[in-house]
């Protein structure tokens, strides 16, 4: 299995009650892939121990209970096997003498001529693979050998308890009984919330009516007296009931749920005491499955136990009319685990179905987007690297542990880091109550979002019609009210309730094997707040007031979480300040928003005039907050109280961290210029990258930061510390070797290229230097390019899942030096997810009719063009005079201009010969034609290089005269747009004929047409205008005189119904050539002339 098909795997197994241990994955077949995997129930205590994988085999050791499995597999055919033999062995020979250890799995080999088996056998172990009367057991369909089986040190506790007769592949199915008297582990989960959906069958519009009509009537008078609680409690269940009465017609599921907006309560999460849980399935495959079952279990009863065989043939007769007297217990089995498969296979066709039914909405770009998110096994502490958890209790507690060593800490007083720093004041921010319209705004672009405690989801709060919305603006106004003049409970409860999730880091995941455990650090929290209150505090956010108060008291060098400000402006400013500085570094907080006051943070919103409403709201939520740990399903069976953390997602969060720094940057800031070091810095969130001009400047602000951060409760992430010196080889070198003895630091520390907010930073515009954030990007693209491959929703619509979700993730960061060799891969991911062979087209008239947003050169330009134009538009690029300098963005840019033909003529001004001038000014005037421009431009630099091709089609339109015609190719586009792939073929250059698949089969060229007999050679012009053949001639319109039209097919603009019949006729043509010559072609030609 593929990473992704293990991770798949993986989770339907963890919804089954299974924990997955895989082993490394190897080169197999010209892909990574694992081919040894181990299940263990959750509620068993499982430890890793030990894996390998190799090309001669693989194994993965666990500690189930009392005794240690190692699923293993011997790969057939390899002579030399002495590093997975002896791995194996080593393994087993470290474990204690007393300790029970099986080895199990296929070992390609029998017991008798296994050598592994004689080493084993020599430390006192025993192979179970015998039969009632001495023999091995075939373990193989096609085979009497018996290759699969257990060896073990303690055979008195494992008996063969079945051969089943099921089959996969070419193995059989062998059962081991192993009994266990530990006890098992009791894990907890809360319990949800139903969910609401629009029904399939209703359209968007109608479900927006649905609503509006049952809000109307389920809404009764706003309760404007009553306490927060049992307001709150009123609007939850009144939408509840709005929801209800819109699905009336409709089954919902609220069984088990409970109530949305209420507090979340603990409970038992239910053992999986089968594969196959009870609930799922239709009921003839449940009713199957317990016939299998008893058939199974009639076949184990000894004989002697007779009142037991006769209940089982009882409720057998009952249940599929078994007979004992005539039926074979065997063949009924056999009989019905065909029934189950048919079943499944008819519930499997009907997954697919579904499937392909939701790739038709928008659940195709969810799930090309998909990430592969493992949940770890074990978990361990920092502090305890040797100690791993063997259940899922005891991985939720080392998360419990790690998070209150940092939650636990000592305090910071606000008047201590009041009396250090100086924070922004004298601005004032007026309290202004979201109306119904910007909640009802907000809320849809909550869409897709989780839920939270509350159990509103996204997807539901986006339906809210805004009739609700007015409602709830009601409340707001009370419940800040209430928190202006102080009253006790001015807001839910609920509200301080938060889920923390915990995922996986990719840094992490990358460097270890599936099986091993992951360190507490290593997992990263993700807090997920009340959705109610998460669509009101993003509601102040955008607010006009708000962002304006937000502008007047911000530090200049931040640019996360603030309008107009992004990536690309923080990106701009360093690159500027890169071209004349000496290095850049680059540092991070340790869990910044975990070690960030809410007290400090919302003490420094107060010093910058937040409204008291506002400061009120964030402390009720902030500074009594009630976490529930949740790993996967599992939650923590004890809620935390934290107030010495910000919730990380919380819309606010970014901004109060930026209060918070904004003192201490100040300060670090004036210690610089104390001592004449002349430095540039930005900020995004909590990511700080600094140029300075000078080895002493370096060192001054990393040993600055590091005496600054604890004194506001921060702490520097030794880890993440990295400057990358500017200049040639040498002069890095020398600049590293220098810095170590000045600065107390790793020497991982000074690198050549480093990622800073996605875009690499080079040291040096080589390119030979490796820039490892955008190769990342290609295989993420790669990942979702194949994923691309398996929808069937026409050439347009894949078209565009790969222009959305896989050319926009591969174009992202080529800011500062264009992909050369980058972009062959670009261009392979295209073609693998438009599953595109080589073709007879033209490759640039291809890359037209696929369009500017699947080329990799155009998408990488356009991209670094539009992101500095916007940095330049708020005046974070100035300097034109890098457009010259090697490694700088602007300089990339001016590149990528002139390639497509365009020459600056002044600051920030471009011009093209044929479509004028482009330029950038402040108020992004003509942005829109410009775009356009860039775009035409690349459109005829493509069909010039088609031109200049060595073709014959090309070499004809050369000596026909043929001009570029910007009309002409849009309907030309218009038209492979419309009637589908033959024709794009045809107008791209891609026509076949029975002369050019005896060149593509390397046979001789024939002299003969086989469709008219007509001595000619039968080429395109012949087969597709001239031959008399009915199979031709029956669609042929009058044949064109002009040579584009003749040849590509491209319309000529004065006739459209022609212009139309020309296209259906080469369609035709071209399509019953390919049925005709497919099947006659050999297997091993070249599909492909392509030149």
Same mark, same amino acid.
């Given at each position: 299995m593929t990473d992704a098909q293990l991770n798949s795997f993986e989770r339907k197994c963890r919804e089954l009650g299974f924990l997955v241990w895989a082993a490394p994955a190897v080169h197999e077949h010209g892909r990574l892939s694992h081919d040894t995997v181990l299940l263990t129930r959750e509620h068993f205590r499982a430890r890793f121990v030990a894996d390998y994988g190799g090309t001669d085999g693989s194994f993965v050791a666990v500690k189930v209970q009392e005794c240690v499995f190692l699923a293993l597999h011997a790969k057939p055919w390899v002579l030399h096997t002495d590093g997975y033999d002896m791995e194996l062995i080593s393994v087993i020979a470290s474990l204690d003498a007393s300790e029970t250890w099986a080895a199990l799995g296929d070992y390609n080999e029998e017991p008798d001529v296994c050598s592994l088996q004689t080493l084993l056998h020599e430390g006192g172990a025993t192979t179970m693979a015998l039969s009632e009367k001495g023999r091995w057991v075939p373990t193989r369909w096609e085979s009497d050998r018996a290759i699969d089986y257990l060896v073990t040190n303690t055979p008195q506790i494992f008996e063969v308890h079945n051969h089943w007769e099921a089959k996969y592949g070419d193995h059989k199915v062998v059962e081991f009984f192993y009994n266990s008297t530990a006890p098992v582990h009791q894990s907890w989960s809360l319990p949800t919330t139903v969910k609401y959906a629009k029904p399939d069958n209703t359209t968007a519009a109608q479900w927006k009516q649905d609503l509006d009509r049952a809000w109307a009537e389920c809404c009764g008078d706003v309760p404007l007296q009553a306490s927060t609680e049992e307001q709150y409690w009123w609007f939850c269940s009144t939408l509840e009931n709005m929801f209800?009465?819109?699905?009336?017609?409709?089954?919902?599921?609220?069984?088990?749920?409970?109530?949305? *907006?209420?507090?979340? $309560? @603990?409970?038992?999460? !239910?053992?999986?005491?089968? /594969?196959? %849980?009870?609930?799922?399935?239709?009921?003839?495959?449940?009713?199957?499955?317990?016939?299998? *079952?008893?058939?199974? $279990? @009639?076949?184990?009863? !000894?004989?002697?136990?007779? /009142?037991? %065989?006769?209940?089982l043939q009882a409720k057998l007769a009952r249940a599929i009319g078994f007979d004992a007297r005539t039926d074979s217990t065997v063949h009924v089995l056999r009989k019905v685990e065909a029934q189950i498969a048919a079943e499944v296979k008819d519930k499997s066709k009907a997954r697919v179905q579904q499937w392909r039914q939701n790739m038709r909405t928008n659940g195709a770009f969810k799930w090309i987007r998909k990430g592969l998110c493992r949940i770890p096994n074990s978990i361990f502490l920092v502090t305890?690297?040797?100690?791993?958890?063997?259940?899922?209790?005891?991985?939720?507690?080392?998360?419990?542990?790690?998070?209150?060593?940092?939650?636990?800490?000592?305090?910071?007083?606000?008047?201590?880091?009041?009396?250090?720093?100086?924070?922004?004041?004298?601005?004032?921010?007026?309290?202004?109550?979201?109306?119904?319209?910007e909640l009802a705004a907000t809320a849809k672009s909550q869409a897709g979002r989780a839920a939270g405690l509350d159990g509103w989801s996204g997807d539901e709060v986006a339906a809210v019609p805004e009739a609700a919305w007015h409602c709830f603006s009601q409340l707001l106004q009370v419940w800040f009210a209430r928190a202006r003049e102080e009253e006790s409970c001015p807001f839910p409860m609920d509200w301080r309730c938060i889920k923390q999730v915990h995922i996986p880091k990719a840094s992490a995941t990358q460097l270890r094997s599936h099986s091993k455990p992951l360190s507490s650090k290593d997992m990263?929290?993700?807090?997920?707040?009340?959705?109610?209150?998460?669509?009101?505090?993003?509601?102040?956010?955008?607010?006009?007031?708000?962002?304006?108060?937000?502008?007047?008291?911000?530090?200049?060098?931040?640019?996360?979480?603030?309008?107009?400000?992004?990536?690309?402006?923080?990106?701009?400013?360093?690159?500027?300040?890169?071209?004349?500085?000496?290095?850049?570094?680059?540092?991070?907080?340790?869990?910044?928003?975990?070690?960030?006051?809410?007290?400090?943070?919302?003490?420094?919103?107060r010093k910058a005039g937040i409204a008291t409403e506002l400061a009120t709201a964030l402390d009720w939520v902030w500074g009594h907050q009630v976490r529930w740990l949740c790993l996967g399903h599992y939650v923590h069976p004890e809620a935390q109280e934290v107030c010495q953390s910000l919730p990380q997602g919380d819309p606010l969060s970014p901004l109060a961290l930026l209060a918070l720094l904004s003192g201490p940057l100040q300060q670090v800031q004036q210690d610089m210029t104390a001592q004449d070091h002349d430095c540039t810095t930005v900020t995004y969130v909590d990511d700080r990258n600094t140029v300075v001009k000078s080895l002493d400047a370096t060192v001054s602000l990393v040993n600055s930061w590091r005496r600054e951060a604890p004194r506001f409760g921060m702490k520097e992430n030794e880890s993440k510390l990295r400057i990358v010196p500017r200049g040639g080889a040498g002069k890095r070198q020398q600049f590293k070797q220098q810095l170590a003895a000045k600065l107390d630091c790793p020497e991982s520390v000074v690198v050549d290229t480093h990622r800073i907010l996605g875009v690499d930073f080079a040291g040096a515009a080589a390119p030979d230097i490796p820039l490892v954030t955008g190769n990342a990007r290609l295989d993420e693209a790669d990942r979702r390019a194949r994923r691309v491959a398996l929808i069937s929703q026409g050439r347009e619509r894949m078209k565009t899942f790969l222009a959305?979700?896989?050319?926009?993730?591969?174009?992202?960061?080529?800011?500062?030096?264009?992909?050369?060799?980058?972009?062959?891969?670009?261009?392979?991911?295209?073609?693998?997810?438009?599953?595109?062979?080589?073709?007879?087209?033209?490759?640039?008239?291809?890359?037209?009719?696929?369009?500017?947003?699947?080329?990799?050169?155009?998408?990488?330009?356009?991209?670094?063009?539009?992101?500095?134009?916007?940095?330049?538009?708020?005046?974070?690029?100035?300097?034109?005079?890098?457009?010259?300098?090697?490694?700088?963005?602007?300089?990339?840019?001016?590149?990528?201009?002139?390639?497509?033909?365009?020459?600056?003529?002044?600051?920030?001004?471009?011009?093209?010969?044929?479509?004028?001038?482009?330029?950038?000014?402040?108020?992004?005037?003509?942005?829109?034609?410009?775009?356009?421009?860039?775009?035409e431009s690349w459109r005829k630099q493509c069909f010039s290089n088609f031109l200049a091709q060595d073709r014959r089609d090309a070499t004809e339109a050369v000596a026909q005269a043929v001009q570029y015609d910007s009309d002409r190719l849009k309907a030309a586009i218009a038209a492979a747009?419309?009637?589908?792939?033959?024709?794009?073929?045809?107008?791209?250059?891609?026509?076949?004929s029975d002369a050019l698949f005896?060149?593509?089969?390397?046979?001789?060229?024939?002299?003969?047409?086989?469709?008219?007999?007509?001595?000619?050679?039968?080429?395109?012009?012949?087969?597709?205008?001239?031959?008399?053949?009915?199979?031709?001639?029956?669609?042929?319109?009058?044949?064109?005189?002009?040579?584009?039209?003749?040849?590509?097919?491209?319309?000529?603009?004065?006739?459209?119904?022609?212009?139309?019949?020309?296209?259906?006729?080469?369609?035709?043509?071209?399509?019953?050539?390919?049925?005709?010559?497919?099947?006659?072609?050999?297997?091993?030609?070249?599909i492909s002339i392509n030149t």
């Open positions: 209800r009465y819109a699905l009336r017609d409709h089954a919902v599921h609220e069984a088990g749920k409970r109530p949305k *907006g209420t507090a979340a $309560a @603990l409970q038992p999460r !239910p053992w999986q005491h089968g /594969a196959h %849980r009870g609930g799922e399935g239709s009921h003839p495959e449940r009713k199957l499955r317990v016939a299998a *079952g008893r058939l199974r $279990a @009639l076949m184990r009863i !000894p004989d002697h136990q007779q /009142a037991c %065989r006769q209940r305890e690297p040797s100690v791993a958890s063997t259940t899922i209790g005891e991985a939720l507690d080392c998360l419990r542990r790690h998070w209150r060593s940092i939650w636990d800490r000592a305090p910071v007083r606000w008047e201590e880091v009041q009396s250090a720093y100086k924070f922004p004041a004298d601005c004032t921010y007026a309290w202004r109550c979201p109306k119904a319209n990263r929290p993700i807090s997920v707040e009340c959705t109610l209150w998460r669509v009101t505090m993003t509601c102040v956010a955008r607010q006009d007031e708000f962002k304006t108060w937000v502008n007047s008291w911000k530090p200049s060098s931040a640019h996360g979480a603030l309008p107009g400000l992004g990536v690309h402006t923080a990106i701009a400013v360093l690159d500027e300040a890169f071209s004349a500085g000496e290095a850049i570094v680059s540092q991070d907080f340790s869990e910044a928003f975990d070690r960030a006051s809410p007290d400090l943070s919302i003490n420094a919103l959305t979700s896989v050319a926009a993730v591969a174009q992202w960061g080529w800011w500062r030096r264009e992909p050369r060799q980058e972009l062959r891969k670009f261009a392979k991911i295209m073609r693998t997810g438009l599953r595109d062979a080589s073709t007879t087209w033209s490759k640039y008239l291809r890359m037209i009719f696929l369009g500017h947003r699947l080329d990799g050169s155009f998408t990488t330009g356009f991209q670094a063009w539009s992101m500095l134009r916007g940095a330049y538009k708020v005046g974070c690029a100035k300097n034109w005079d890098l457009r010259g300098r090697a490694g700088t963005w602007l300089n990339r840019v001016n590149r990528w201009l002139k390639k497509l033909g365009w020459r600056d003529v002044g600051p920030w001004r471009w011009r093209h010969a044929e479509f004028g001038d482009i330029f950038w000014d402040r108020e992004s005037r003509d942005k829109d034609l410009h775009d356009h421009a860039l775009r747009s419309e009637h589908g792939l033959h024709a794009a073929a045809v107008l791209g250059g891609g026509v076949v005896a060149v593509q089969c390397k046979e001789p060229l024939p002299h003969q047409c086989q469709w008219c007999f007509s001595h000619v050679v039968p080429g395109w012009d012949h087969q597709c205008w001239l031959c008399p053949c009915e199979a031709f001639s029956a669609t042929r319109p009058a044949v064109p005189e002009d040579f584009m039209q003749r040849r590509f097919a491209w319309p000529r603009l004065n006739n459209k119904e022609y212009d139309a019949a020309v296209v259906r006729h080469v369609v035709h043509v071209r399509q019953a050539l390919l049925s005709a010559r497919w099947e006659r072609r050999p297997r091993e030609s070249d």
